[in-house]
C-alpha cells in the first residue's frame, strides 16, 4: 500500500507541468540517496521535486515527504531512459516542448541570479530608509465608528450624542460593523487606511469631537469619532523585512525585463494591457 501511495503521488508530480530553478546545495551537506543503473541521486534532487507536490506535501516537513520524492526522481529517470531508448527525444512535437521548457528555465535561472546580485543588505537598508523618510510627519488617528444602514439611523445617533450619550456604549448597541463589539475602536491608523470618504471626514475632527453629519461610504453610514492623534512612527526594519525584500524583487525583476524590452524590436497582433497585472511575469 505505501508504494503505492508513493508510486501514485509521483506519477502525478511527473505529469505537473512545473519548472523551478533551485540552486545546487553543497556536496557535503548533500547525500546519496539512491541510484539508478550506477547514476547517483542525490537529496537536493529529490528535493527539487517538492515543489511540484500537492500543497498539502508542500507545507510537510523534508524528512516526511523525502522517500516519495526520491522514489518521483527514480521513476522519473526510468521513464526518461526508456523513452530515450524509443528515441522520443527525435520527435518533433518533444523537441518543441523541450525547446520551451528550456526557455522558461532560461528566464527563471537569469531573474533568480539577477535577483540575488540586486537585493543586498544595502539595498534593504536603503529601501528601509525610504520608508522611513515616508513616514516622517505623518500623523495616526485614534477613532471610534458606529456603522448603520440607513442616513436616518446615523442622524438618530447624533443626536443621542448630542443629548449626552456615551458613544462606546451607542457603539456596541447600534453598530452594524465588526469593531461594535469593543465600542466602534479603530485604534491608531494612518493617512490612506480608511476609504476615502471616512478618511477625509476623521482628518477633519478634533480630538475629542464626533461627526455632526452622518459620513456615507460604500459600507454604509458612519458616525465618527476621533479621540487622539499621535506622531507616526516607522514600523521596526523587522517587522518590514519580508515585505520590502519583496517589493525589492517585484521592482528588479520588472525594471530588468522593461530594460530588456526597450532594447527589443517587439510587435504584438493582440491589444495589449497598459501594463501586466501585479506580479506578472514571464509565462510558466
Known sequence: MKRLFIAGAAAVAILAPSFSYVPPALAEDDPVVATVDGEEI????????????PAQ????PDELVLPMLVSLVVDTKLLAAEASRKNLQDDEEIR???????????????????????????????????????????????????????EDE???????????????????????????????????FGPGAMVPAFDEAAAALEPGTYTKEPVQTQFGWHVIKVEDRRKAEPPAKAEVTEQLRTELVREARSDYIESLRDKADIETFVEMPAELPEGGQPAQ
Open 42 to 53: 542525490r537529496r537536493s534532487r529529490a528535493l527539487e521535486e517538492k515543489g511540484r507536490m
Open 57 to 60: 506535501l508542500q507545507q510537510a
Open 96 to 150: 518543441e516542448q523541450l525547446a520551451r521548457v528550456e526557455e522558461i528555465l532560461l528566464a527563471q535561472v537569469l531573474l533568480s541570479r539577477m535577483v540575488e546580485e540586486q537585493i543586498t543588505d544595502e539595498a534593504l537598508d536603503k529601501k528601509y530608509q525610504e520608508l522611513v523618510a515616508e513616514t516622517a510627519g505623518n500623523q495616526e488617528t485614534k477613532a471610534r465608528h458606529i456603522l448603520v444602514k440607513e
Open 154 to 188: 446615523a442622524k438618530a445617533i447624533i443626536a443621542d450624542l448630542d443629548a449626552g450619550a456615551d458613544f462606546a456604549e451607542l457603539a456596541k448597541t447600534k453598530s452594524t460593523g465588526p469593531s461594535a463589539p469593543n465600542g466602534g475602536d479603530l485604534g491608531y
